[in-house]
C-alpha cells in the first residue's frame, strides 16, 4: 500500500510539474539585450510581426515560438515588396532548374495532399 501511495504521489507531482504555465521570458529591455538583437527585434515589428509574437531568450530573438530570427534575416524582411508573405529570401531555385524529383510514395493522407500542392505550386 505504501508503494502505491509513492507512486501516486509522484505521478501526480509529475503531471503538476508538465502542465505548468510557460513563463514570459520578457521584453529585450528587460533582458538587457544588445543593440543587435533591439535591431533585430525593431526589424521584425517594422516587418509586420506583432511585437507580443516575438522572444528574446538567452539573446537570441524568437519568433512564432519557434522561429530563429538572425539578424541578416531581420534586415531581409524589411527589403522584401509588400505582399501576403512576411519573408523573402534569395535562395531561390535557379531558373535553369526543370526538374526536382520527388519520391513521395511513402506518404499518404494530408503529407501526400500538402506535397502534390507543394509540387504543383512549384509548377506554376
Known sequence: MLKLAMVLVMGCGALMVGCAQEQDVGTPEELGSTDETQEIVANLVAAGFPADDIQVVDGLVY??????????????????????????TTNLVSSSVTLICVIGKQFSGVFDTGLNLAIENYNQ
Not at 519568433?63 to 530570427?69: E, H, I, P, Q, Y
Not at 524589411?78 to 505582399?83: D, R
Open 63 to 88: 519568433t512564432g515560438r519557434d522561429a530563429l530570427v538572425t539578424l541578416q534575416a531581420s534586415r531581409e524582411m524589411l527589403q522584401a515588396p509588400a505582399g501576403p508573405e512576411q519573408y523573402r
